[in-house]
């Protein structure tokens, strides 16, 4: 066997191998989506459920304000206490910074696609805001403006 044959045949095995990789992991991928309780599917927008936005670290800073935005500024808040409309935008932005990421191929240190992240956060964004129009009580503040009232001191 020539040195190029076993440098195709080395190439063929490692492809082979990078395959089913990509299969394990979007098994795991699968797998992890039914776990973390994300509801949506592969033609819409995807909502974090309630079995991740009860997870401790699932209740994130905001940590820019959507261009599009015209109210007041939440960088910094939790979003759990922005408005839904506003969560929606976020969600949004985040969506175009995953597809900037996946076009460019950024990964983190660890090697992993930085999308991930940007994904996970509009996926939050988005399952933050349909608990909050949907859940009554503390947890779910009403902005004045969102309901037309004009927001006075007396």
């Known amino acids: 066997m020539t040195e190029a044959e076993a440098a195709a045949q ?3 095995a490692v492809l082979v191998t990078l395959e089913n990789i ?5 098994a795991l991928v699968g797998l992890a ?3 973390a309780g994300v509801t949506g599917s592969e033609s819409g927008p995807v909502h974090a459920g309630g079995t991740e936005l ?5 209740d994130e800073l905001v940590k820019v304000k959507p261009r599009d935005w015209s109210g007041d500024d939440f960088k910094g ?4 206490l922005c408005p839904p409309a506003f969560l929606e935008q976020l969600a949004l932005v985040y969506d175009y ?4 990421n996946d076009a460019a191929g950024a990964v983190d240190a660890k090697g992993r696609p930085k999308s991930f992240y940007d994904q996970r956060t509009a996926r939050r964004a988005r399952g933050w805001a349909t608990r ?3 859940q009554a009580g503390a947890s779910a503040p009403v902005r004045s403006e969102e309901i037309g009232w004009s927001a006075r001191t007396w």
């Open 132 to 134: 909050l129009r949907t």
């Open 22 to 26: 990509d299969r394990s992991l979007d």
């Open 97 to 100: 910074f995953g597809t900037k």
């Open 54 to 58: 009860d997870q401790p670290d699932a």
């Open 33 to 35: 989506r039914k776990t």
């Open 77 to 80: 808040t939790r979003m759990s």
């Open 10 to 12: 080395w190439r063929g």
